[in-house]
């Protein structure tokens, strides 16, 4: 089955980066799209970022453009998320999403989650 196992969260300031990575094993991951989403304390999980199996198509929230690259390795089976200008409102919990249609688009072909790494970002 698929496994998703994310790292790399943790505790930031304003204004500082972190770098998300995840892990892939159980598909067959360079046909596979990749995406991050999150989800904070009360609030319903929302779709940051999307890449293509080919890589070539990437997709982000408004809230996250210019700030947030996601990008991926498919010779290690891995998706980073280059998360900068960090900002309070991006804490959360943040999964790592597989989508087998391989377009990467937000919605709902993101069926298969991790367990998920926090991120807080302090004011």
């Known amino acids: 089955q698929v496994q998703l196992v994310e790292s790399g969260g943790g505790l930031v300031q304003a204004g500082g980066s972190l770098r998300l990575s995840c892990a892939a094993s159980?598909?067959?991951?360079?046909?596979?799209?990749m995406g991050w989403l999150r989800q904070a304390p009360g609030k319903e999980r929302e779709f940051v970022a999307g890449i293509s199996w080919t890589a070539t198509s990437t997709y982000y929230a408004d809230s996250v453009k210019g700030r947030f690259t996601i990008s991926r390795d498919n010779a290690k089976n891995t998706v980073y998320l280059q998360m900068n200008s960090l900002k309070p409102e991006d804490t959360a919990v943040y999964y790592c999403?597989?989508?087998?249609?391989?377009?990467?688009?937000?919605?709902?072909?993101?069926?298969?989650w991790g367990q998920g790494t926090q991120v807080t970002v302090s004011s």
């Open positions: 999403a597989a989508d087998r249609t391989g377009w990467g688009k937000p919605g709902p072909s993101f069926n298969s």
């Open positions: 159980g598909l067959t991951f360079s046909t596979y799209a």
